[in-house]
T-cell receptor, first 115, second 113 residues
Framework: EAGVAQSPRYKIIEKRQSVAFWCNPI?????LYWYQQILGQGPKLLIQ????????DSQLPKDRFSAERLKGVDSTLKIQPAKLEDSAVYLC?????????????FGSGTQLSVL | GQQVMQIPQYQHVQEGEDFTTYCNSS?????IQWYKQRPGGHPVFLIQ?????EVKKQKRLTFQFGEAKKNSSLHITATQTTDVGTYFC?????????????FGAGTQVVVTP
């Protein structure tokens, strides 16, 4: 079974530039999550999708971050413009559905460095 | 602010020793999950606890959920070098929607041979 795919693996940009990350969840997984993991911290949920609808984006900095999952499968997360404090690993995760006992399957993440 | 706290933040263990990491929440949890992240890797699911006072074992790992469902612990016996990594707890608050797990900051474990 293929896991959660993410690209790119690494990205280095200068502040005020734009960047986009892509995620393809496990086939058949309805729920998709984007997490931000700053070095030395636990993953912080940015946005949660159920199929192509947003379930929770309360911690997404909407002035600069946007995400979409138009067809309910793969998803993109964009930052525009980037700030130094956005340097982090961006993890995508998926679950089969939004039941309480679902376990998260994480992708390998995109490590973003903002200079 | 962070609602799920983990201690210690860092644990240096001699191979063969036991250690415990703790996870505490300021509010009641519906359930709690534990993940392991190897250096340079991504979090991998270990286990989920749902019932008050629940205890589960996976070989040398023992997981507990507190009676009040506000705390949890992971105990590793006879630590091996393969146990190196960061262990995260992720709690689902009773007030949050399904799937919105709150991760702790993790306990980074270093094992000395």
């Amino acid at each position: 079974e293929a896991g959660v795919a993410q690209s790119p693996r690494y990205k280095i940009i200068e502040k005020r530039q734009s960047v986009a990350f892509w995620c393809n969840p496990i086939s058949g997984h309805a729920t998709l999550y984007w997490y931000q993991q700053i070095l030395g911290q636990g993953p912080k949920l940015l946005i949660q999708f159920q199929n192509n609808g947003v379930v929770d984006d309360s911690q997404l900095p909407k002035d600069r971050f946007s995400a979409e999952r138009l067809k309910g499968v793969d998803s993109t997360l964009k930052i525009q413009p980037a700030k130094l404090e956005d340097s982090a690993v961006y993890l995508c995760a998926s679950t089969y559905d939004r039941f309480p006992n679902e376990k998260l399957f994480f992708g390998s993440g995109t490590q973003l460095s903002v200079l | 602010g962070q609602q799920v706290m983990q201690i210690p933040q860092y644990q240096h263990v001699q191979e063969g020793e036991d250690f415990t990491t703790y996870c505490n929440s300021s509010t009641t949890l519906s359930n709690i999950q534990w993940y392991k992240q190897r250096p340079g890797g991504h979090p991998v699911f270990l286990i989920q606890l749902v019932k008050s006072g629940e205890v589960k074992k996976q070989k040398r790992l023992t997981f507990q959920f507190g009676e009040a469902k506000k705390n949890s612990s992971l105990h590793i016996t006879a630590t091996q070098t393969t146990d190196v990594g960061t262990y995260f707890c992720a709690g689902l608050l009773t007030t949050d929607s399904w799937g919105k797990f709150q991760f702790g900051a993790g306990t980074q474990v270093v094992v000395t041979p």
